[in-house]
DNA sequence: GTCGTGACAGTAG
DNA sequence: ACTACTGCCACGA
């Protein structure tokens, strides 16, 4: 068991690093998988610590990316063969359906 | 100990 | 499809 005296990011950034290349996670889906509901605190968090995980990996749950890393993201779901849902105005968002990754 | 902020989520119009 | 409002939790000042 895992000291549950590790910090609230050491455990958000263990969760985002443990999702295989090709899946994806939704923010609500990474603070459950911590047994909270902080979707907001995980995503201020990737904001400060997410330089060293695949942040890109964790998605709002409609399927966007994160905001503003939209193009960078794109990069990385292309090159890791990511399901992607794509609407007619070039907006894409990722396809939680096939590629939420649940632990 | 209180307030404000935020790479969110869900519901309603 | 969109915006607006509310609810939740963690962190810094």
Redesign the pocket.
Known sequence: MRAPSE???SRVLDVVASIPSGRAM????VAAALG?????????????Y??DVP??R?V???GHP????ETRALQHFRAEGTPLKW?RDG?YRVDLTAARHTP
Request: proline share 0%.
């Open positions: 910090d609230f990011v939704a923010y609500g889906d909270s509901r902080a979707a907001r605190a995980v995503g201020t968090v990737m904001s400060h997410g330089s942040w890109w964790v709002r749950a409609s994160a905001i503003d890393h609407s907006v």
